[in-house]
Structure formats: C-alpha cells, structure tokens
C-alpha cells in the first residue's frame, strides 16, 4: 500500500544532507567535545562551527545559543531558568491557553510547586492572542511572558512583534516557542522584539533529540540541568555532536526554500480543505485560514471520533493527527480547540493535516477521495449519522 505522511508538525524526515553531515560524527569523529585531545577537538570544532552557523541563519550571535535536547527542553528551560533567576524580583508569568505542554506543564508546575501566579490568555475562536489581552494582564511582579509563535495544533501564527513591542514597553522578558514557525515563516531575533526563543531540529527534517534556546545577551536564566561546565556553564551534559551537525545542516537546506515552500504547501492546504468542504458535509475548518503556517490545516467532522478517523485513514495507508503528537493515547479534547470555544462534538472530532517538503497533489487528493466514505461509515456506526442530518 502507497503510505501518505501528512503528520510534519509532529516530526519530519530526516533531510539526507543532514544525515551526511552527521555521519562523520557517528562513525570516525565520535570524540567528546570537552576532551583535549585530537578527536575532542574535532568535535569542538564541529560544534563551535554548528554554532556560528546556527546564529548566522536566527540574525544572532554564536554565544548566544544554548543546544539542547529539544523542542521540550528549550522551553522548560526558558521558563523555569527565567522564574527562578527572577524569583526575588517577582514571581507571576503570562502565557496563552494554546501553548505547546513543555510551557503549559512548566508553567504549572512553577504554580503548583514555587509559589507562581500565573495568567492564561484567552484566544478566539481564530485562535489568535490579541496583544492587548498581554498588556492587560503583565503586572508590576511579571518576570516573564511566554506566547508561541506559530501554533502546532492549528498552525496560527501569534502577533510576536506586538507582544513583544508590549513586553519591551513595560520591562518584561519574553519567551517564544518557535519550534513550529521556524523553518516555516522567517524567523529572526535581530528582527523581532523576544529575549528567549525555542527550536527543535526534527520539525525542521534534522535529527530526533536536538534542539536549540537563544537568550539575549544579559538575560538572566538559571540552569536546569547540572553537572558539568558544557554550553558555557548554562547546560550540563556532553554534546550531541552529530545531532547539532544535523541540526544546522537541516536549518540551512531548508530555510532558502521557506518562500516558495510556503506558497507550494498554501496552496496544496488550500486544495485539501476545497477538496474536503465539497465532499464532506458539515466539516468545519478550525483556527484563522489566512494567519497560519502553509503546511498545517485543522477540521473538525462533527459525528466521528478523532480517533476511529485517524484509525480509518491509517488503514488507507494515510498518516495524520489529531492534535498535538503528546495527546496521543489519551482521549482528552485538544486544549488548543477548548480554548478556542469549540464545543465538545467538534473538539473530539478534529483532524490535523500537516503537509512537508514531499507532498504532492497526489497526496492531497487521495485524502479526498477516501474521507467521504470513512466519514458516512463512521457516521452511521456512531448513530450519529441521524443526529447530525437533523441538526
Ligand atoms: N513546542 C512546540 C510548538 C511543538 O510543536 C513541539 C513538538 O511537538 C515542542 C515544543 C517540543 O519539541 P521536541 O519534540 O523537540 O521536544
């Protein structure tokens, strides 16, 4: 059976330049970057040059950046290293109600466990944050704000120069997860108002278990991860070489595409959700049309179940999502599409296309051709069929 992959927000392939560049690092240049001797020092050097290279494409500087683990680390590591560096100075955090769980969980747990206040910004049903919601909530004790720029669920893209501009204005940090934006919209800190921001290579076709933090010069972050004096004493732990290499070579084959790879996946996105709306009654599409990422397009199929149409398409050969790749397994509605008001039949209904560098029309219309007939089965098994041709 042809196998369809329309699930990139979750993770991507691995770009074979990148797996090229990482080779060398798994094999003969395996050493250990803080070891002195010639093989330690091939890997510094691969290191400190993936570094560089990394800083050129973010607009930043090199001693700027911290690796990391991922995406999750990043992000825990943004709001706990700012909370606890900033504990005497304040103690409440902003962040949106459709953040990515490695900032909801670590903001909670700030709540729940360091005597935090924390403040949830609402979105519409676009699911956008409006920027006026951050001014209104940032108090005289908020040390960090921390909204995302592009959303993984629904693909909106947040208005991180307004945020930003508001939290430069009244003296606060801000943190933004760019871990879906990046690689998809330009992404730039010498462009954009942030302080601390998030990246992660597999979103972007690089390696599994790398990922990135930037901080601002001067912002004060305290480690979360002890025991040794790597990444300038910020993040402890021997480097992941080959990962890094990875990382960056992926960064650099697929950031001079991002234009016309935004207009080819707009436009292949758009082709799906016509497709879909002609042949699928009652589907409703979910988040803003225009303000979003081109690869992603969220729908709800009010009468079937997240899961029995993620099932049924897997057994079409068609790999997809039903929200966020860490919900799944547990039955919870997104809290992405709760936040936005869906109710419950369209938040336990919804699917999530996310379209990457080898989708093709083809693709798109066999999701077309095979939803109608798994929807109309799913309908009448669920006797929801009846329910919904009444409403
Ligand atoms: N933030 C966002 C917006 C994401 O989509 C993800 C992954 O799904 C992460 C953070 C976590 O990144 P990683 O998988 O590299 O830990």
Redesign the pocket.
């Given at each position: 059976m042809r196998r369809i992959y329309l699930d990139h927000?979750?993770?991507t392939p691995l770009h074979p330049e990148a797996l090229k560049a990482m080779l060398p690092f798994l094999q003969d240049s395996y050493g250990n970057a803080s070891s002195i001797h010639f093989l330690g020092r091939e890997a510094r050097a691969a290191l400190d040059d993936a570094r560089e290279r990394l800083a050129k494409l973010l607009g930043a500087k090199a001693g700027e950046i911290v690796f990391t683990?991922?995406?999750?680390?990043?992000?825990n590591h943004a709001i706990f290293g700012v909370a606890r560096a900033l504990a005497d100075k304040g103690k409440h955090i902003v962040t949106s109600s459709i953040?990515?769980h490695?900032?909801v969980h670590s903001c909670e747990h700030l709540k729940e466990h360091e005597g935090c206040a924390l403040t949830l910004l609402p979105v519409g049903r676009d699911g956008i944050v409006d920027p006026e919601s951050v001014r209104a909530a940032i108090r005289d004790d908020t040390v960090l704000v921390s909204v995302?720029w592009?959303?993984?669920e629904i693909g909106t893209l947040q208005p991180i120069r307004e945020i930003g501009a508001i939290c430069r204005e009244r003296g606060v940090l801000f943190h933004t997860?760019a871990?879906?934006a990046f690689g998809k919209v330009p992404v730039s800190v010498s462009d954009v108002p942030v302080d601390l921001l998030?990246i992660?290579?597999?979103?972007i076709y690089g390696p599994?278990?790398t990922?990135a933090l930037w901080m601002r010069p001067r912002v004060k972050v305290e480690p979360i991860v002890f025991g040794g004096s790597h990444e300038s004493e910020r993040r402890a732990g021997t480097e992941n070489v080959a990962g890094i290499v990875g990382f960056v070579r992926a960064a650099e084959m697929i950031l001079p595409r991002m234009q016309s790879e935004d207009r080819r996946l707009r436009d292949l996105t758009e082709r799906l959700w016509r497709g879909l709306q002609q042949r699928v009654e009652g589907i409703v599409r979910n988040g803003d049309p225009q303000r979003r990422v081109a690869n992603t397009l969220n729908v709800s199929v009010p009468g079937c179940a997240s899961d029995s149409l993620l099932i049924s398409l897997d057994l079409e050969g068609i790999g997809v999502s039903s929200g966020?790749?860490?919900a799944v397994g547990s039955l919870k509605p997104s809290h992405v599409l709760q936040a936005m008001g869906l109710s419950n039949d369209l938040a336990n209904s919804a699917l999530r296309f996310s379209l990457g560098a080898a989708t093709t029309e083809t693709d798109v219309d066999a999701v077309i051709e095979v939803m109608p007939a798994i929807v109309s089965r799913l309908r009448s098994f669920q006797g929801a069929g009846k329910a919904f041709a009444r409403k």
């Open positions: 927000n979750a993770t683990s991922g995406g999750t680390e990043a992000d953040e990515h490695a900032v995302m592009a959303n993984n997860d871990v879906q998030s992660s290579a597999h979103k599994k278990g990922g966020s790749a860490c």
